[in-house]
């Protein structure tokens, strides 16, 4: 079993930057994919930005160039630096990695738990 928490969340004010970070720990061989969902009230779960193990990263159309998505392999550790935060933000925002566990190296994905982002204007 693979767990993921997630941390760094918080109240910000308009304009301002939080750091969100994922920790995964457990059965792990390898983590192939690591991101950032988020989902508001009444609306579904979207990505934020993902980067995969060589470093390729992906964002939504509405972060770039504010967010920045890292990973620290070591660490099994993913970020996401997020500046210039809006008030349209505001979401729970939810770890996820595709891990390769066990002897068979059998791929999952995992959640993480969540964390309150909210931005006032």
């Known amino acids: 079993q693979v767990q993921l928490v997630e941390s760094g969340g918080g109240l910000v004010q308009a304009g301002g930057s939080l750091r969100l970070s994922c920790v995964a720990s457990?059965?792990?061989?390898?983590?192939?994919?690591m991101g950032w969902y988020r989902q508001s009230p009444g609306n579904q779960r979207e990505l934020v930005a993902a980067v995969i193990s060589g470093g390729s990263t992906n964002y939504a159309d509405s972060v770039k160039g504010r967010f920045t998505i890292s990973r620290d392999n070591a660490k099994n550790t993913v970020y996401l630096q997020m500046n210039s935060l809006r008030p349209e933000d505001t979401a729970v925002f939810y770890c996820n990695a595709g891990v390769r566990s066990g002897s068979s190296r059998f791929y999952n994905v995992y959640w993480g738990q969540g964390t309150q982002v909210t931005v006032s204007s």
């Open positions: 457990g059965d792990i061989f390898s983590i192939d994919d």
